[in-house]
Nanobody
């Protein structure tokens, strides 16, 4: 049974940086794309970034290009989201997700709070 666990969230000042991790256990992620989503209070969950199996192709929400970078370390079975120049509007719970054998797997989320 695949499990995803996010970590690395916290409180940071505007302009600061955080690196989120999505660690997988129970199965290997190396054959699957992994995506990051976020959900701010009172808002719908939105896609942040997605990486293919070898990060050959990565996609970002237009508003995040140039500030967020997704990467993966298949040896550690972990996907990262480097977030730079954080803004208060980036405050949200961040989730990672993969689809394996037609089933969605989500982590529990990690809270990111950016103060102005």
């Amino acid at each position: 049974q695949l499990q995803l666990v996010e970590s690395g969230g916290g409180l940071v000042q505007s302009g600061g940086s955080l690196r989120l991790s999505c660690a997988a256990s129970g199965s290997s992620l190396d054959r699957y794309a992994v995506a990051w989503f976020r959900q701010a209070p009172g808002k719908e969950r939105e896609g942040v970034s997605c990486a293919t199996t070898r990060s050959d192709v990565t996609n970002y929400a237009d508003s995040l290009k140039g500030r967020f970078t997704i990467s993966r370390d298949n040896a550690k079975n972990t996907v990262y989201l480097q977030m730079n120049d954080l803004k208060p509007e980036d405050t949200a719970v961040y989730f990672c997700k993969t689809i394996m054998l037609r089933r969605d797997y989500w982590g529990q989320g990690t809270q990111v709070t950016v103060s102005s």
